[in-house]
């Protein structure tokens, strides 16, 4: 079994920053990949962002630009840099883990609010 605990979020004014942090309880290079998922009220759920255990990365086309994915193998953690945010980020982002099936973080809440 594997745990993923997120930390990090909060409420932040636009155009500030925030930064996710999800600590495995494993190696995170024993995953084919790791990513970042979000979803709003009333909405599904959404893929944020990727890496691979190759490092290559994929990000949704609203979080280009803005948002870095990245990854510590020393401490099984993996990031999500936050950059000009907007009102729209507004969400619960879940960690995911996945090795053939899918592993995922409780989720953190993020509220961007003036």
């Known amino acids: 079994q594997v745990q993923l605990v997120e930390s990090g979020g909060g409420l932040v004014q636009p155009g500030g920053s925030l930064r996710l942090s999800c600590a495995a309880s494993?190696?995170?290079?024993?995953?084919?990949?790791m990513g970042w998922y979000r979803q709003a009220p009333g909405a599904q759920r959404e893929l944020v962002a990727i890496?691979?255990?190759?490092?290559?990365?994929n990000y949704a086309d609203s979080v280009k630009g803005r948002f870095t994915i990245s990854g510590d193998n020393a401490k099984n953690t993996v990031y999500l840099q936050m950059n000009s945010l907007k009102p729209e980020d507004t969400a619960v982002y879940y960690c995911?883990?996945?090795?053939?099936?899918?592993?995922w973080g409780q989720g953190t809440q993020v509220t961007v609010s003036s």
């Open positions: 890496v691979t255990s190759g490092g290559r990365t």
């Open positions: 995911n883990a996945h090795i053939g099936f899918d592993f």
């Open positions: 494993r190696s995170i290079s024993s995953f084919w990949r």
